[in-house]
């Protein structure tokens, strides 16, 4: 509800904070407990679990490993969930996590965001570029096209510092 001055209204107060476990995933989690913070928000933090169903997979996966990757995800989500929660309580930052299962993350996150009330959605791009992201797909840019929640997509400096290393020995590699 917009008070008398809309300044005085916080405008991001519930964010949802997807993870992957990933180096790149806890970066941004301690980004994002900062962004918190200083917005005086609650973050929910949000790890989908895969789904084990065969069906989902046909040939490509075989049913063993299939078997050791979902049981796996259960210690997968403690482990990811807790970092993000001790980030939380040692910023004084309101946390409560959640573990979903789904074999499509991008609609766990859309859903969570929604379901939940969020009213921003933090994550970061892993920054795969060409054939890679095209064949990969990219979470970040299916919750980008589908959620009505605002996205804020993190890209920590150190990403973008090898990005451009990378495009400045490309053009140096066409002009030779």
């Known amino acids: 509800m917009i008070g008398a001055n809309p300044w005085e209204t916080r405008m991001f107060q519930r964010i949802l904070l997807p993870t992957d ?5 806890r970066d941004t989690a301690e980004r994002a407990v900062v962004f918190a ?14 789904v084990g169903n065969p069906e989902n997979y046909g040939d ?10 979902v049981s796996g995800s259960d210690g997968k989500s403690k482990e990811y969930l807790g970092f993000i ?10 946390c409560t996590t ?3 299962v789904s074999d499509t993350p991008w609609e766990a996150i859309v ?5 939940c009330n969020c009213d ?8 795969r570029g060409g054939l890679s992201s095209l064949l990969l797909g990219s979470e970040t840019y299916r ?32 002009r030779a």
């Not at 993190?154 to 090898?162: K, M």
Request: one cysteine or more; charged letters at 30%.
């Open 120 to 127: 921003l959605i933090f994550m970061s791009k892993h920054g």
């Open 143 to 174: 919750v980008l096209t589908h959620s009505s929640v605002p996205v804020l997509v993190y890209r920590p400096p150190e990403v973008d510092a090898v990005r451009r290393k990378a495009k400045a020995k490309e053009k140096e590699r066409k």
């Open 60 to 69: 490509l996966v075989e049913p063993a490993v299939l078997d050791r990757l």
């Open 37 to 50: 913070k200083a917005a005086n928000a609650t973050i929910t933090a949000l790890y989908a679990k895969p």
């Open 21 to 25: 476990g990933s180096q790149l995933s």
């Open 98 to 100: 959640l573990a979903v």
């Open 85 to 94: 929660k001790k980030l939380c309580k040692d910023a004084g930052v309101e």
């Open 111 to 115: 859903n969570v965001a929604d379901d």
